[in-house]
């Protein structure tokens, strides 16, 4: 039965894939549509922006449209903007295809774990939502670097074509595999909105903001950073972001690890002073170039994978152990604070690369994390309270955590 959810992996590889191959292919974006680096690098904004506002509002609009259905407008979509991308003859175009690109991808996501748990028997849903994630996870490994080394050899369009082929394929599966399954009555704007209103859920969601500041100012300017640093990309940006899909591989495993095992806040402040470390290596790497220079930037980057990618695991399971009757609310919630934070990074670091060097995002994203870090202090260890009053609904908590 899991081979059923081959559809949803590659269309979860391709969503993953081309959400962080951004950074990879930004400069020759930049200097083929004659923009600046930090111009290019709201493209990383929009799409974070799009994702966080459109995301919660399409599960609400999309909640009760019939589940294959929905799947194969969500990436069929996907499929038609990374195609609008690839032939787009302007910066504005590009960005007008990256929302698309954010809302459907938004759509697909929630959706395609939705439809993984529901098919499948109880003591399996969560290896069939493990193996939808899968997908993204293999995609910062093998994806990303592989797109970075297509832009390399071939143009920065070859990657957004590459991934609209995977997409058509992900289609081609889900109508052809999938079974129909009726849509579900999903948690209203109004229940959401009076979660996010509770000071304990609020507190978590801010921490989540702030900690995803560091990492997409950096991220959306990592190929810039290879640049500097060695001074040219090519193989070696494909290289670089390969240790660093593999090192976060580990990262979200490092997680689940730390998470059932240590203190969780304890273990997320480790996180944080590990990362004002690593961006700060990485903000010295393209100073110090050569040898030295490289070992700095590649230390940076594997300490980020590792433990950058342990804070995401960690902090949902805080969200669920906080209330486990709002758990499909507050994992939305937090999705949206991700972007959020994820817009904010990529603004501050395109202002860091306006004002001053590339190296300036790694101070950018160093001093981000000191503020989580406070934050964190400030907030750390909220009490569980009572749960919102909300009706009984026929319907089992997963159906929505993915969202």
Known sequence: M???????????????????????????IAADLRVSPAAAGSLVTIFALAYALGSPLLAVASAGLERKRLLLAAIGAFALANLLAALAPSFLWLAAARVLLALSAGLFM???????TATHAPEKRGKAVALVYAGMTLATVVGVPAGTYLAAAASWRAPFLGVAILSALAFAGVAAVLPRQAGIVGFGLRERLAAARRPDVLALLALTM?????????????GLLVEATFGFGGD?????????GAMSFFGSQFGGYGADRWPRERFIAAIFAVLVVAFALLAIAPRWGG???????????????????AFPIVQQARLVSLDPALAPITLSLNVSALYLGAAIGSLLGGLAVRQGSVGAVGWVAAASELVALALLVATAAPQPRAAVT????PRALWLEAGE
């Open 390 to 393: 909300q009706p009984e609904r």
């Open 210 to 222: 702030a900690a995803l500041v560091g990492p997409f100012a950096a991220n959306t300017y990592l």
């Open 291 to 309: 040898f030295s220079g490289g070992a700095a930037l590649l230390a940076g980057l594997s300490l980020w994978g590792l433990f950058g990618w």
């Open 2 to 28: 899991l081979l059923r959810l081959l559809p949803l992996v590659v269309g979860a590889f391709a969503i993953g894939a081309e959400t962080f191959m951004i950074s990879g292919v930004l400069p020759t």
């Open 236 to 244: 070696r940006l494909a290289a670089a972001l390969l240790l660093f």
């Open 110 to 116: 929630p959706a395609a774990v939705a439809f993984a």
